[in-house]
């Protein structure tokens, strides 16, 4: 049978075979659309206002009807970014344009934006229309999702490195002193640089010191400077670390190793930020913002007197934990394709990626040097690594002997879902045990909330063997 394509029409008759559709027909087919939809005038008062757009706004139809769309719609919908005015001037309707709208509440909503032009008879423009559509749970979905943290050089899926990313731009936009803890290899030096690169400095030097590789004799000269003749061998003056840093930051990287003469001389330096060059006769004033490091309990030390109580609240003004890689194990996959985009540029090869059994391997791992011996493993993986892909074979020895599943035991690779949660529960299973099933350490060493964490244990039938 041949289709009609014709275009049809159902004539409206006030009388007539047809009975007559009622006053309120326009409110009526509106209210059954999903989506948000309001009209306006050439005056911009809005004409209708449909259910959808209620809720959507949190205000009435009828607080909403002959006021100013601008009154009821905030946010980029009313600022520069006019979708309907656009389309009044120019005639043409927008579709599907992704946008942020201010409800009554205060809240900000992404919105999808579409629109239409009125015209009567005579093809005189005589108002619009304006449909929304609520994008939040499709967000809130697609950061579920794909959720990666990034903050300059510093990546994760983790969402406590994410709360740590949403309060490195406030740390920036102070000058207080920061201490960052943390296990060794897990990015302390990148966590400075990039309270550094967000703050006001960033334009000025990021200087580092390694304390723990220094005498107290070469680290006083070594941060301070010295003048010539200030001992044997001062043949001309050299600065120090902190007038190379003036109006940047210095980083004094394992603070917890400097012995306890040397934290006198430090605690003065940042309590005035004054300090005497070797044989100088006179102090110096500085401009440097400090932050220190440590792979150490410092708090512990305090109370076993081999770090001083005043110098440990001088440098603890904000503090920052780093959690260790074996609790960030969804960050594994994300910093492996980050390592092996960097090598393939630095050793000039072409490795696409690795293959499911070393993904595996890596993830079950324990990682006590954390992310740098991840990083080094994967750089190991390289120089071994003659085809397209990373094989367990190309790991270092001590990762395949140390693997958690053997491959018998793994999951199919068709479920990486499930694979990752059987990986993350074998480590909960470790954690616990290493912490005496204490589950409030055991949070606190994963860096996650104690109910987040009785959740997992519950939701993975983890044992807790009468533990708290």
Request: charged letters at 30%; hydrophobic letters at 35%.
């Amino acid at each position: 049978m041949k289709k009609n394509t014709e275009k049809q029409t159902v004539p409206v008759h006030t009388n007539g075979s047809h009975e007559a559709l009622p006053h309120n027909a326009k409110e009526i087919i509106l209210d059954t659309i999903a989506c948000g939809v309001f009209t306006v005038d050439t005056d911009w008062k809005i004409t209708s206002f449909n259910s959808a757009a209620e809720k959507l706004t949190g205000f009435s139809r009828q607080e909403a009807i002959g006021r100013s769309c601008r009154e009821i719609l905030r946010g980029d919908l009313c600022r520069g970014n006019c979708v309907l005015r656009e389309t009044l001037e120019t005639g043409r309707a927008v579709v599907d344009r992704r946008l942020e709208m201010v409800d009554r509440s205060g809240r900000i909503r992404p919105v999808s934006i579409s629109t239409a032009v009125f015209r009567d008879h005579d093809g005189k423009v005589i108002g619009g229309l304006e449909s929304f559509r609520d994008l939040t749970e499709i967000e809130e979905l697609r950061k579920e999702i794909h959720r990666t943290y990034q903050l300059h050089d510093i990546i994760s899926r983790s969402p406590a490195m994410g709360r740590i990313f949403d309060i490195i731009p406030k740390i920036a936009g102070t000058s207080s002193t920061v201490l960052i803890e943390g296990e060794s290899g897990t990015g302390k030096e990148l966590a400075a640089r990039a309270i550094h690169n967000s703050s006001n400095r960033s334009s000025r030097p990021f200087i580092p010191v390694n304390c723990a590789a220094l005498p107290d004799s070469l680290l006083e000269s070594e941060l301070f400077g010295y003048e010539k003749g200030a001992f044997t061998d001062a043949r001309a003056r050299k600065k120090g670390k902190i007038a190379l840093a003036e109006g940047g930051t210095l980083f004094l990287d394992e603070i917890g190793d400097i012995s306890p003469a040397f934290q006198a001389k430090l605690l003065r330096f940042l309590q005035d930020h004054k300090y005497e060059p070797l044989g100088a006769q006179e102090s110096l004033q500085s401009d440097v913002r400090v932050i220190a490091a440590t792979n150490k309990d410092l708090k512990e030390m305090v109370v076993l007197g081999s770090f001083r109580e005043d110098l440990y609240y001088r440098i603890n003004v904000v503090r920052i934990y780093l959690p260790p890689l074996r609790s960030r194990v969804e960050d594994i996959p994300l910093l492996i394709d980050h390592f092996i985009t960097r090598f393939n540029a630095v050793h000039g090869k072409q490795i696409k990626g690795i293959s499911g059994d070393a993904l595996k391997i890596c993830m079950s791992h324990s990682y006590p040097g954390n992310i740098r011996e991840l990083e080094n493993a994967v750089e190991y993986a390289f120089v071994i690594c003659d085809e397209d892909q990373i094989e367990p074979r190309h790991l270092p020895e001590h990762f395949i002997h140390n693997t958690v599943f053997q491959s018998e035991n793994t999951v199919s690779q068709d479920d990486p879902s499930l694979e990752m949660e059987r990986v993350e529960a074998t480590l909960i299973s470790r954690l616990l045990a290493e912490n005496n099933y204490d589950c409030r350490k055991t949070a606190e060493s994963m860096g996650i909330h104690r109910t987040t964490l009785y959740r997992k244990i519950k939701r993975m039938g983890i044992p807790l063997k009468g533990g708290k």
